[in-house]
């Protein structure tokens, strides 16, 4: 797909990756509509993109939304959509779990309904994360949602081919906004700490998961993939 004049909707496209995503659209010529529950936080944007307010676990307004801003060509939800519970799971408070899912309910609710407002030949992007698969101690609720998250992209491009396109991009240690330690010595070091074993090994930047999303809606003969970037973590000790 060449984005130049295309239309997208970018939800979490106010801070970190998606912000970093909704940016790259808008210099490739797209008009890009990023979304979050306060988008001011997305600070000055480049001339292509407007923004709106809204909770990805909320359906109803999602719905709304959508069916207002269709019809339109990418569809990209980066969005967190709420706490995530960290710690052994067998001493994990069950509702902090539970709420770690409001991730794939925001997708879900995405795609549900934005799927039928993409023209033909559009595509889907969702963001996962390296804990899908690298199943990290202490982290068994990223990694079921990940894994949940990948498993649903990979079943709906089943549903959704050969007219409309799905995908997801699954970081690994990414420095944006989600961390949010504001001492710059103290940041960096939690960073050099959480990386020092990967084959590649410092954070990533929002701008290098963003050309990942790119990747796969500018190319029609990608669907139903993952594609990592993730400094090689998938491999790391
Ligand atoms: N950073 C990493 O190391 C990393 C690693 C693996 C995976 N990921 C995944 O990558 C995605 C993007 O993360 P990020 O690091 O870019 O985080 P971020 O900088 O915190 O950005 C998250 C975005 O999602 C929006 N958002 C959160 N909850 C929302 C809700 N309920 N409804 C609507 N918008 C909501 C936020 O805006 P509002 O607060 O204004 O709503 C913000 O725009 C997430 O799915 C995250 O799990 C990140």
Request: aromatic share 6%.
């Amino acid at each position: 797909m060449n984005i130049s004049g295309k239309k997208a909707v970018v939800f979490g496209g106010t801070s970190g990756i998606g912000l970093a995503t909704t940016k790259m659209l808008a210099q490739e010529g797209a008009t890009v509509v990023a979304i979050s529950r306060d988008p001011s936080k997305a600070g000055a944007l480049p001339a292509g993109v407007s923004t709106e307010a809204c909770d990805v676990r909320d359906s109803a307004a999602i719905e709304t939304l959508l069916n207002r801003l269709g019809p339109f060509d990418i569809l990209v939800s980066a969005a967190t959509g709420g706490d995530r519970a960290v710690g052994p799971f067998v001493e994990m408070d069950i509702d902090g779990f539970k709420g770690s899912f409001d991730k794939l309910w925001g997708y879900a609710n995405v795609v549900r309904y934005g799927a039928a407002h993409l023209n033909e030949g559009g595509s889907i992007t969702l963001v996962s994360g390296s804990p899908a698969r690298t199943y990290p101690k202490d982290l068994s609720a990223l990694s079921a949602v990940g894994g949940a998250v990948e498993a649903f992209v990979k079943t709906v491009s089943r549903e959704i081919a050969p007219a409309r396109r799905i995908n997801v991009v699954s970081p690994g240690v990414i420095d944006t906004p989600m961390v949010t330690i504001e001492d710059k010595a103290k940041r960096e070091a939690a960073y050099t700490a959480m990386t020092k074993d990967y084959l590649i090994p410092r954070a990533g930047t929002a701008e290098e998961v963003a050309q990942g999303l790119l990747f796969v809606i500018k190319n029609d003969f990608v669907t139903g993939t993952i594609v990592d970037v993730d400094g090689g973590w998938l491999l790391s000790d």
